[in-house]
């Protein structure tokens, strides 16, 4: 039921009762009324607006007007609505398309955002794995592996490289465990300061050629002693006994280069007759020749493993050979480089190792890739020797500048140079086998603690050139080589 004004007869917006006649009124109609009469319309008593009672109703809906009730009327109301219906059809359709287009491409973003993520996690890890092994990716230079049939064997002959890598998985897994902690056996610094020379052998190689150019001792019996003379020969001494166990012949030059394996009873040479031998010492006999080179082998290191050797030559090449067939396995050089290699050392892990050059460049090489991987200038002449401390952080190097510069692998970096005197030749450089001290061989013996690199000890028995120093086990002792074809221990 609706309300209807007294006055117009229609449903008022505003509805409101008289009280003098109980009427409803249209508001702004009985105002007007009031206004001009002053009395109610209906009883024509007195009536004032603050008498008039709003009526509260919801909103009504306004009765259709007469003319709009014949059906003439009613088909354009519908088709009104219809039209009204489409067009609001029809927006929400083109709203629709535009939100799927909208989704399409926030799922395309997603996509390419999702692409993005995993390339870059996936240049992360291989940037996280290429630091753990020392693989800088920033202007590298990718050597050229030498052709099989340039590679030759034992014998000279050429053979087929079977394996194009420098390291296969399982000499990887066999690396994990070659790390060696500090022990606690090791001689204090106190200790160390107080060595003294305790022996000299000067009967080992040959009085007409003096000259002992090489020395190593075996790392797990550190009295067994191995030196390479300018005589051609190499020697197995006994420290313990004070004795000559073997003397091995076969070089056809000087001896530069002497490895004693550690764990088996079999030692290396390297001569600038190019050829590298591998000696039985029980047996005193050559076992292989290896030929990897066309020119002098300058530098010789083996492998953590055991298993394999690292060679450097004047021909620019370094070479990586099984010591059981004497296969070469890969040879590579640097052909941007142009220059002899002076030097080669393996890192503690086998799996990266450096070399020197005759224009002072140190080469970082990875050996499972086959390239060279960093390069640290700074030196000013040819590189001497090259040393790895055995935690794997430092890296030592010498050269004719008469100098001495260590290296953060971590940071790439030079970060200490130790000036020594003038016209000093850098020959050697070694760690103890816990990586706590470094000793240096040339015009004379040093010794410097690592960390600080200060100064402990300093020798000067040898009246020509030291060429070789060496650490006995837990640093007991001290051995060094040298020009004077004598062998000297340094201890307590």
Partial sequence: MSLVCAISNEVPEHPCVSPVSNQVFERRLIEKYIAENGADPITGQPLSEEQLIDIKVSHPIRPKAPSATSIPAILKALQDEWDAVMLHSFTLRQQLQTTRQELSHALYQHDAACRVIARLTKEVTAAREALATLKPQAGLVVPQAVPASQLAGAGGEPMEVTEQVGMTPEIVQKVRTCRKTVPEELVRVEDLSKYRQVASHAGLHSASVPGILALDLCSTDTNKVLTGGADKNVVVFDKREEQIVATLKGHTKKVTSVIYHPSQSVVFSASPDSTIRVWSVSSGNCVQVIKAHEAGVTGLSLHATGDYLLSSSEDQYWAFSDIQTGRVLTKVTDETAGCALTCAQFHPDGLIFGTGTADSQIKIWDLKERTNVANFPGHSGPVTAVAFSENGYYLATGAQDSSLKLWDLR?????????????????????DQSGTYLAVGGSDIRVYVCKQWSEVLNFTEH???????????????????????????YSL
């Fill in 411 to 431: 940071k790439l970096k030079n970060f200490k140079t130790i000036t020594l005197d003038s016209n000093y030749e850098v020959k050697s450089l070694v760690f």
């Fill in 463 to 489: 009246s020509g050139l030291v060429t070789g120093v060496a650490f006995g086990e837990y640093a007991q002792f001290l051995s060094s080589a040298g020009m004077d074809r004598s062998l000297k221990f």
